[in-house]
C-alpha cells in the first residue's frame, strides 16, 4: 500500500484520498478475485526473480565442467510456469476489469432513472451519456493496476534483494540510478493526472454540445449555422486533444527518462562491473546474473509508471462518476402505504386536487406556481390555458411528481400525495408529453411502453381510435416499424403518444399539446380521443389549440404562476379580459393554413 500512499501525495488535488476511496468502493465487492490476482502475479514475480539466478547456475555449471540437464531443465520450468501463471493472472484481472466497469455503467444507469427529472435535465444529456460510456472505461485499467502496483512494488524489492545478495556495491549504484528515475518521474505524475482529469471533463463538454447540437439539427440546418456550431464543437475536441496531447508529451517524457536512466545505469554497471571482476572482486556469472536484473528492472519500473497513471486516470473517473450519485433519487414508497384503493370511487369526490400548491425549481428561484387551489373531477374535460410562463407545465409536473409543492398539498381520491409512493400516484395517470412524446423503438415498443403485457387487440383497438390503423397496416413491417427509419410525421407521433395514453383506462389523461400546429386528422382524432376519455375519465390538457378550449368542460385560467379564473368558454369569454385575449390568438392561429397530411 506504501505505493498507493505515494500515488496520494502526488495527487494535487487535496480530494485525492476521497476520491481513491471511491475508486476501492467499486473494486471492494472483487477483494478476493484481487488477491488471487496479487497472489498469481506474486509467484510470476518469483519465477521472473529466479531466472538470472539459474542462468548464473547454467554458467557456473559450464565453467566447472558439470552436467547442464538439470540447471536448463529448472530455466525452462520457470519459463514454463512463469508464462502459465502469467496467462492465468492476465485472464483473471481482464475479467475483473469488466466486470468492474459493468458494475459501474449499471450503477449509472440505475442512478439516472432512479433520479428526480429536475436534476436530471439540470445537466447535459451527452455529459450524462459520457459518465457511463466513457469514464467507467477508465475504471478497467485501474482496477488492475492496483494489483500491478502492489506486485510491481515487490518485484522491484526482490531484484533489488537478489542484486544485493550477487554484489552490494553494484546494487549502491544502482539504488542511486533507480532513485534519480524515481524522482523525476514523482516530479512529473501530478501534470499527467491533472491533464488526464482536465481531458474527461472537455470530453464531457463535447459529448453535450455534440448531443444537443444534434438534437436540434433541423434547426442548425435551417438557420445555416452548421459551420458555426461545428466550430464549436470542435473547439471543445480541440480542448480535449490540448489536454490529451499535453498527457501524452509528459507520460512519453516520463518513458524516456525511465528507459534512458535504466540504460545508463546499465552502462556504468557494466564498467563498474568489468573493473571488479578484474580485480576478482566478482565472478564474471555474477555479474551476467546482476545484468540480467538490471535488464529486468525495467519490468517493475514500467509496470508501476503504467499503473500510477491508469490509476490516477482512474482516481478521476471515479470522482466524475460518484457526482452522479450525488443527485438527489425520487423517494421510496412511504412505508405506512396507503390502503388500498376502493373499488368503486365515490363519483363526487374530485380525482385530483391542489391546496395552496406552491412549487419553485431551485431554493433561490422564484415560485413557478403560487398558493394554487385547483379541484379535478373525476370525469369531464379540464383545459388550462395562459400566456408562456405563466406555470402551465409545472401544474402537470406536480401532478406527475417531477417536482414536489414548497408549501400545500395534493390529493389523489382525496389522500395526500405524501401517502402514496410515485409509481402508485403515477400507475393512475396516463402522459403525453408535447415536445418528444415518443421513445426509441419500433411502433409496437410505443404502444405497449406503458403496459408491457398489452394484447395485440388492445393495440389494434387505439390505433383504430387514433385511425392510425390503415397507415400501419400499410407499412411493410407493419408495428414492427422503426420509429426512427420511417417516414412518421409529427403529427403522427402525436397520435402514437395519444394511443399508448389511452391504451388502458388512466383515471386522468393528461395532455400538453404541441404548441406547432398539426395536421386536420391528428386534430380531430385527438379531439375525438378526448371526448371519449372525458365522457369515463379525467383529462386535462394544457390547450393551444380553440377546438380544445371549445371542447372543454371547464377552462382554468392561469398568469404569473397563479389561478386567475375559471369557468365555462361562455363564462369566461363574458368575464375575462385575459381570457379573451388568449382565445382572440388561438383563433387567428386557427385561421392560418394547416398543411394536412396523415
Ligand atoms: N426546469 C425549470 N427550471 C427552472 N425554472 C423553470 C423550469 N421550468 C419552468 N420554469 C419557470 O417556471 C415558470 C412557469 O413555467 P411553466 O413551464 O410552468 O410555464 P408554462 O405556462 O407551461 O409556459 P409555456 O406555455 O411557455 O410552456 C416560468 O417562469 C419558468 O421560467
Not at 313 to 333: D, K
Not at 529 to 553: E, F, K, W, Y
Request: include cysteine; aromatic fraction near 4%.
Amino acid at each position: 500500500m506504501e505505493h498507493i500512499c505515494s500515488i496520494q501525495g502526488m495527487e494535487s488535488s487535496n480530494r485525492a484520498l476521497p476520491r481513491l476511496r471511491t475508486l476501492t468502493s467499486f473494486l471492494a465487492p472483487y477483494r478476493r478475485t484481487m488477491l488471487l490476482g496479487l497472489g498469481l502475479g506474486l509467484a510470476a514475480n518469483a519465477a521472473g526473480l529466479a531466472t538470472p539466478m539459474v542462468t548464473k547456475w547454467v554458467l557456473d555449471t559450464l565453467g566447472a565442467g558439470g552436467s547442464m540437464a538439470r540447471p536448463i531443465g529448472v530455466l525452462l520450468l520457470l519459463v514454463v510456469l512463469g508464462a502459465a501463471v502469467g496467462l492465468w493472472q492476465w485472464r483473471l484481472l481482464g475479467t475483473l476489469a469488466e466486470h468492474i466497469v459493468l458494475d459501474a455503467r449499471t450503477a449509472i444507469v440505475r442512478h439516472y432513472f432512479r433520479a428526480r427529472v429536475g436534476d436530471l435535465q439540470r445537466r447535459p444529456t451527452g455529459e450524462l451519456v459520457t459518465r457511463a460510456t466513457s469514464d467507467t472505461q477508465l475504471l478497467r485499467e485501474a482496477s488492475s493496476s492496483i494489483v500491478g502496483l502492489v506486485n510491481a512494488g515487490i518485484a522491484l524489492v526482490g531484484t533489488l534483494v537478489l542484486m544485493g545478495v550477487l554484489d552490494l556495491f553494484l546494487l549502491g549504484c544502482t539504488i542511486a540510478a533507480v532513485l534519480v528515475v524515481a524522482a523525476v518521474m514523482g516530479a512529473l505524475m501530478p501534470r499527467i493526472a491533472a491533464a488526464q482529469t482536465a481531458a474527461q471533463e472537455s470530453m464531457g463538454r463535447l459529448g453535450g454540445a455534440l448531443e444537443g447540437a444534434l438534437r436540434a439539427v433541423r434547426t442548425v440546418k435551417a438557420s445555416r449555422a452548421e459551420a458555426r456550431v461545428t466550430e464549436r464543437i470542435v473547439a471543445d475536441a480541440r480542448q480535449v486533444a490540448t489536454h490529451s496531447v499535453r498527457s501524452a508529451v509528459v507520460t512519453a517524457s516520463v518513458w524516456t527518462i525511465a528507459w534512458t536512466g535504466i540504460q545508463l545505469a546499465v552502462i556504468v554497471i557494466l564498467g563498474v562491473g568489468a573493473w571488479r571482476a578484474q580485480r576478482d572482486l566478482l565472478e564474471i556469472s555474477s555479474l551476467i546474473a546482476f545484468l540480467l536484473y538490471v535488464f529486468q528492472l525495467m519490468g517493475p519500473i514500467t509496470e508501476l509508471t503504467q499503473n500510477t497513471t491508469a490509476l490516477q486516470a482512474g482516481i478521476a473517473a471515479a470522482g466524475r462518476i460518484r457526482e452522479v450519485e450525488s443527485m438527489a433519487v425520487e423517494p421510496a414508497a412511504p412505508a405506512t402505504t396507503a390502503t388500498a384503493r376502493p373499488a368503486t370511487p365515490d363519483p363526487d369526490q374530485p380525482v385530483l386536487e391542489f391546496r395552496r400548491v406552491t412549487a419553485r425549481y431551485g431554493p433561490d428561484a422564484p415560485p413557478a406556481v403560487r398558493e394554487v387551489d385547483l379541484v379535478v373531477p373525476r370525469r369531464g374535460h379540464t383545459a388550462i390555458v395562459g400566456p408562456s410562463g405563466a406555470g402551465k407545465t409545472t401544474l402537470f409536473s406536480l401532478v406527475l411528481r417531477f417536482l414536489e409543492p414548497e408549501h400545500g398539498q395534493l390529493l389523489l381520491d382525496g389522500r395526500p400525495y405524501a401517502t402514496y409512493g410515485h409509481d402508485e400516484v403515477r400507475s393512475r395517470l396516463a402522459y403525453v408529453e408535447q415536445e418528444t412524446p415518443v421513445v426509441p423503438g419500433t411502433i409496437r415498443d410505443n404502444l405497449r411502453f406503458t403496459h408491457p403485457d398489452a394484447s395485440d387487440e388492445e393495440i389494434r383497438a387505439v390505433l383504430r381510435a387514433v385511425r392510425l390503423d390503415e397507415k400501419v397496416d400499410s407499412l411493410p413491417e407493419g408495428l414492427d416499424t422503426l420509429l426512427s427509419s420511417t417516414e412518421v410525421s409529427g403529427g403522427q407521433r402525436q397520435r402514437i403518444a395519444l394511443a399508448r395514453a389511452m391504451l388502458r383506462t388512466p383515471d386522468v389523461l393528461l395532455l400538453d399539446e404541441a404548441t406547432a400546429q398539426v395536421d386536420g386528422l391528428t386534430e380531430a382524432a385527438l379531439q375525438e380521443c378526448v371526448r371519449q376519455r372525458a365522457a369515463v375519465g379525467a383529462v386535462v390538457t394544457i390547450a393551444h389549440r380553440l377546438s380544445t378550449v371549445l371542447d372543454a368542460d371547464r377552462i382554468v385560467v392561469m398568469e404569473n404562476g397563479r389561478i386567475r379564473t375559471q369557468g365555462t368558454h361562455a363564462e369566461l369569454l363574458a368575464s375575462d379580459d385575459l381570457y379573451r385575449r388568449l382565445v382572440e390568438a388561438l383563433r387567428i392561429a386557427a385561421e392560418e393554413p394547416v398543411a394536412v397530411g396523415a
